[in-house]
């Protein structure tokens, strides 16, 4: 068997070596896989670094111009979520400044609210919010529900202490059933905990796939596939092997570097380095890289190479079941789904981060990586076979 | 204008004539506009999987699983086990959140007392934790407003009717305008489909010019444009925004209605912008394909600003919460104006006027890509004239 012999882990060194080598000397190669990594890696996170959405832009209408209705407007005002920032003299008005983006959201205080509220009556508000984006619509919303909630509770509290309840008994009264909602992971529910880890993980796929891809279609565009074959002494996979392992190398460290000191610099979960993340780390990259060497025996230029690749990696995100949970996606996508490395990891990757859980709760992950490497590996032979001939013959090899 | 016709017949050509440039040009947008589509058919997150376990099994607390079970957004797939028993589903998000009816919920409540219930959330998947969250608290308050009344009647002693205005004396209403049952494919894949078209154009404008220096056709084009750089670009430009013009039709008018995305705007106006959206991104990728020698460093640069592009252009994650920085790099790329505008038209009934500074920001974005453009060909080919004139010289 050719594997157990000196000749072909002295075929993987040559290719190793040349390609170490290609990678450092070859521009296109280095801004693939050194500049592009750090530019993204810093560049698209750092569009999350307020974590979450605030300070969102209300407007007000208020007809009551009453104590109880500054009073509301302070409470919203104070809160990180939103700010008043213009005062309408209707609602027409107002809404036009949603129409225009003055606006986000409007709070509607109207005449006799806090008349009402003395008599005894119920009292109502009115937000109107544009909910066209749900980021910007979900702080207004809860914020708002807050707000009327808290209001509530404490004109109760005195309603009720006014018919002689004891404190104590009113807590009970105004919520007789309070539900506490824990996150297990994002205690915070950061948006950004939930949007950097996937682009960690995409940056890294997308790069040694574009990287990948490119090496070996230059190696096609410049008919250098029998030299390549050569010296990886007539061996594919030493090919596989020797094309892969600097990218396995260079783009675990690059992993590595996310899930340490960018991770630190975004604050974004546990930024130890552990067992659980080298292991999946290492998985990963074998997987993607192994399976940027099969899709690369597709094209026959860099320039389709990257081309195709450009359209790869937000298809990729959206059937990973990482946005929109799997269990909504429609079989077909669902399916097509496994075809991309990413979507064995990238949800798991997510709480890797967050909260790095003890092996066993990544162990059916990894399994599933593992089998797909197996496959990606052996797809990647059967492309290197199909594009490395040699046109020498046997004989005279 | 003899000259310009003859670049489009000859473009229109090259086009009819590779496979390659026919299927990106034509037939992948819808490809793709379909594919795009499809992932979000579901629209709104339906039974999310979550496990609940009831110690108490009361009235109450059977009464808030038969909510659950009824709502939509829940499906209970796990009922009897504990939270140690499913504490590996929820790490692995097999279930979105884990829901605990401690034992004497009911008794408390009778005894007029606080009654607390636990939801653990899954809390790395913001949107389905939100969700969650927000279900699951809109159940409890409806339940927690029943027992509440009766409480109040009893400790109170007065009517239900008085109860109810003592009880919720604040009532806030809110008004969703424009997607109100927060329709996810009504959110995302517009702008899904407008990112993937606006990488497309970027694409094919930066092979226009790098395309033909490459395989030294361009002493015939140029040639056949009379040698004016204003006639290259009004041709090559003018066959591709015909075309991609054609494909957003085909968009606002099949794909749209297919997955039932509603444009409650103005056609006209959002065809008109989306023209000067083509124009401008068509002349965007010009500029790379007249700065870059080969093709493929316009492709990076297509690459460095068109993966991003989608992200930073505030159609999610909005430009006001970014830094500084960011929104720089974001207002200089067409799809931030364009995605925001497009939104306004065919999700907030918007008018012509709304979408006027969008406009105007596309328009300018248009305008300095071209003058670069023209700048680049220019210093190209006087700087391949005079190397030429040398070669000639020496020889």
């Known amino acids: 068997m050719r594997i157990l012999t000196l000749n072909f882990y002295k075929g993987v060194y040559n290719i190793t070596k040349r390609e170490l080598y290609r990678l450092v000397t070859n521009k296109d190669l280095f801004?693939?896989?050194?500049?592009?990594?750090?530019?993204?890696?810093?560049?698209?996170?750092?569009?999350?670094?307020?974590?979450?959405?605030?300070?969102?832009?209300?407007?007000?209408?208020?007809?009551?111009?009453?104590e109880l209705s500054s009073t509301i407007v302070r409470y919203l005002d104070a809160s990180q979520e939103l700010d008043i920032v213009s005062e309408y003299p209707n609602n027409a008005q107002a809404l036009s400044g949603i129409k225009y983006d003055k606006?986000?959201?409007?709070?509607?205080?109207?005449?006799?609210?806090?008349?009402?509220?003395k008599k005894g009556t119920q009292s109502n508000l009115f937000v109107v919010v544009n909910s066209s984006n749900f980021l910007v619509a979900n702080p207004i919303l809860q914020t708002s529900t807050g707000l009327a909630l808290g209001m509530s509770a404490k004109i109760f509290a005195k309603k009720a202490m006014g018919f002689g309840v004891n404190s104590k008994k009113v807590e009970s009264?105004?919520?007789?059933?309070?539900?506490?909602?824990?996150?297990?992971?994002?205690?915070?529910?950061?948006?950004?905990?939930?949007?950097i880890p996937a682009l960690f993980l995409i940056i890294i796929q997308q790069l040694i796939l574009v990287g990948i891809a490119f090496s070996i279609a230059d190696e096609k565009e410049h008919k250098r596939e029998e030299k390549v074959l050569t010296l990886a002494g007539g061996s594919r996979l030493a090919i596989v092997l020797g094309k892969t392992l600097p990218y396995v190398i260079l783009d675990f460290s690059i992993g590595v570097f996310f899930v340490t000191v960018l991770a630190r610099i975004f604050e974004v979960g546990v930024y130890t380095l552990t067992f659980n993340k080298i292991l999946v780390l290492l998985l990963f990259v074998?997987?993607?890289?192994?399976?940027?060497?099969?899709?690369?025996?597709?094209?026959?230029?860099?320039?389709?190479?990257?081309?195709v690749l450009m359209f790869y990696s937000m298809p990729a995100f959206l059937v990973s079941g990482y946005a929109w949970p799997k269990f909504a996606l429609p079989v077909d996508i669902k399916l097509l789904g496994y075809c991309f490395p990413s979507t064995y990891l990238i949800s798991d990757f997510r709480t890797l981060l967050l909260s790095d859980f003890p092996l066993r709760t990544y162990l059916p992950t990894i399994f599933s990586l593992l089998v797909f490497t197996l496959i990606a590996w052996a797809l990647a032979y059967l492309g290197v076979r199909?594009?490395?001939?040699?046109?020498?013959?046997?004989?005279?090899? | 204008m003899n000259s310009v016709v003859g670049i489009i017949k000859r473009e229109l050509s090259f086009i009819m004539t590779q496979k390659s440039m026919f299927f990106l040009v034509f037939v992948f947008p819808i490809i793709y506009g379909l594919f795009l589509g499809q992932i979000y058919s579901e629209k709104i997150v339906k039974k999310m999987p979550i496990a609940v376990y009831d110690?108490?099994?009361?009235?109450?607390?059977?009464?808030?699983?038969?909510?659950?079970?009824?709502?939509?957004?829940?499906?209970?797939?796990?009922?009897?086990?504990?939270?140690?028993?499913?504490k590996l589903d929820l790490q692995r998000e097999n279930i979105v959140a884990f829901l605990n009816i401690p034992k004497g919920f009911q008794n408390k409540i009778k005894k007029i007392e606080q009654a607390n219930l636990t939801l653990l959330v899954s809390g790395s998947n913001y949107m389905l934790a939100n969700l969650a969250k927000t279900e699951m608290q809109t159940i409890i308050q409806t339940v927690s407003v029943g027992t509440k009344l009766q409480a109040m009647g009893k400790t109170l002693g007065i009517s239900k009717r008085k109860a109810l205005s003592i009880a919720n004396p604040i009532s806030i209403e809110m008004v969703k305008l424009y997607n109100p049952w927060f329709n996810y494919l009504d959110f995302l894949g517009p702008g899904f489909w407008m990112a993937a078209l606006h990488q497309i154009m970027l694409l094919l404008g930066c092979l226009l010019i790098s395309r033909e220096f490459e395989r030294n056709t361009f002493g015939s084009l140029f040639d056949l444009a009379q040698r004016s750089i204003v006639n290259v670009f009004a041709g090559k430009l003018g066959i591709y925004s015909f075309i991609m013009f054609f494909i957003f039709i085909l968009y606002f008018d099949v794909i749209f209605p297919r997955f039932d995305v509603r444009i409650t705007g103005s056609m006209f106006v959002?065809?008109?912008?989306?023209?000067?959206?083509?124009?401008?991104?068509?002349?965007?990728?010009?500029?790379?394909?007249?700065?870059?020698?080969?093709?493929i460093n316009g492709l990076k640069g297509v690459l460095l600003v068109g993966a991003p592009a989608f992200l930073v252009s505030g159609y999610t994650w909005p430009l006001e919460n970014m830094p500084v920085l960011i929104r720089i790099i974001a207002y200089c790329i067409p799809v931030t104006p364009y995605i925001n505008g497009y939104r306004k038209l065919y999700d907030e009934e918007g008018t012509f006027l709304e979408v006027i500074p969008y406009g105007l920001h596309i328009i300018a974005i248009m305008l300095v890509a071209l003058l670069i453009s023209y700048l680049a060909l220019k210093w190209r080919l006087k700087n391949s004239d005079s190397s030429l004139k040398m070669k000639e010289s020496l020889s």
């Open chain 1, 31 to 66: 801004m693939i896989c050194f500049l592009a990594p750090m530019v993204y890696g810093i560049l698209l996170p750092y569009i999350y670094v307020n974590k979450q959405v605030d300070h969102v832009s209300m407007g007000l209408v208020d007809e009551d111009k009453s």
């Open chain 2, 55 to 86: 110690s108490d099994n009361t009235k109450i607390s059977r009464l808030i699983i038969n909510y659950i079970n009824n709502a939509r957004s829940f499906d209970i797939v796990s009922k009897g086990k504990k939270l140690e028993d499913v």
């Open chain 1, 173 to 195: 009264l105004m919520n007789p059933i309070m539900l506490e909602t824990r996150p297990v992971t994002n205690p915070s529910l950061f948006y950004s905990n939930f949007m």
């Open chain 2, 270 to 295: 959002l065809c008109l912008f989306s023209l000067a959206f083509i124009i401008c991104t068509l002349s965007f990728g010009l500029v790379l394909s007249c700065l870059f020698k080969r093709s």
């Open chain 1, 286 to 307: 074998s997987a993607v890289s192994a399976f940027g060497v099969f899709i690369s025996s597709l094209f026959k230029s860099t320039l389709m190479a990257m081309i």
């Open chain 1, 103 to 117: 606006i986000k959201a409007l709070l509607y205080i109207p005449k006799n609210f806090s008349s009402s509220l």
């Open chain 1, 386 to 397: 199909y594009n490395f001939v040699s046109k020498i013959p046997r004989e005279k090899r």
